[in-house]
Nanobody
């Protein structure tokens, strides 16, 4: 059974940092591109970062480029998202998933709130 368990969210002031983790199980983690998404209230889920299966290629939309860094540890079946210089508009529930388009059922996500 596939599980994606996100953690590391919280309340942070503008300009602050957080590191999210996504622990994966039930599939061959090292074979898949992994992606981080977010969904803010009233908005559609959007991609914020992705990384190929061996971690040497990453991609970011303009909204997160230069502030967010995705990484992975295939030995631990975990993907990370380091978020720096956080802005109020980064407030959302953050999710991870696998594949070019989301393959698996979504986990519970982790809430990130950026507010002073």
């Amino acid at each position: 059974q596939v599980q994606l368990v996100e953690s590391g969210g919280g309340l942070v002031q503008p300009g602050g940092s957080l590191r999210l983790s996504c622990a994966a199980s039930g599939f061959t983690f090292s074979s898949y591109t992994m992606k981080w998404y977010r969904q803010a209230p009233g908005k559609e889920r959007e991609l914020v970062a992705d990384i190929n299966n061996i971690g040497i290629w990453t991609n970011y939309p303009d909204s997160t480029k230069g502030r967010f860094t995705i990484s992975r540890d295939n030995a631990k079946n975990t993907v990370y998202l380091q978020m720096n210089s956080l802005k109020p508009e980064d407030t959302a529930v953050y999710y991870c998933n696998a594949g070019a388009s989301p393959i698996f059922d979504w986990g519970q996500g982790t809430q990130v709130t950026v507010s002073s």
